[in-house]
Nanobody
Framework: QVQLVESGGGLVQAGGSLRLSCAAS????????MGWFRQAPGKGREFVAT????????AYADSVKGRFTISRDNAKNTVFLQMNSLKPEDTAIYYC????????????????WGQGTPVTVSS
């Protein structure tokens, strides 16, 4: 069992930056690949980024590539999402999730989910 708690969301102007954190409790954090997803009002849950268990490999949605960076600190059971050059279309609830699969991009393969943290980007 893994419990995930996101933090770091908030209101930011377009072009600004935010750093999201996801703290995991439970056992064997380094046995899970981690992902970030987001859900805008009236839309489905969208893949943002994923990172393998060791942190050696990452993948991003085309919409955030070059602006967002996912990373993890296995010693602190935490995964991060650094978001730069934010745009109004990045406004959403951001969720972190854990999976034993190899860093998939589909939400269906993630077993554990946090409650989400809201991000609002004003124009």
């Amino acid at each position: 069992q893994v419990q995930l708690v996101e933090s770091g969301g908030g209101l930011v102007q377009a072009g600004g930056s935010l750093r999201l954190s996801c703290a995991a409790s439970g056992r064997d954090f380094n046995n899970y690949a981690m992902g970030w997803f987001r859900q805008a009002p009236g839309k489905g849950r969208e893949f943002v980024a994923t990172i393998t268990r060791s942190g050696a490999n990452t993948a991003y949605a085309d919409s955030v590539k070059g602006r967002f960076t996912i990373s993890r600190d296995n010693a602190k059971n935490t995964v991060f999402l650094q978001m730069n050059s934010l745009k109004p279309e990045d406004t959403a609830i951001y969720y972190c999730a854990a999976t034993r699969a190899i860093a998939p991009t589909g939400p269906g393969l993630y077993v554990y989910w946090g409650q989400g943290t809201p991000v609002t980007v004003s124009s």
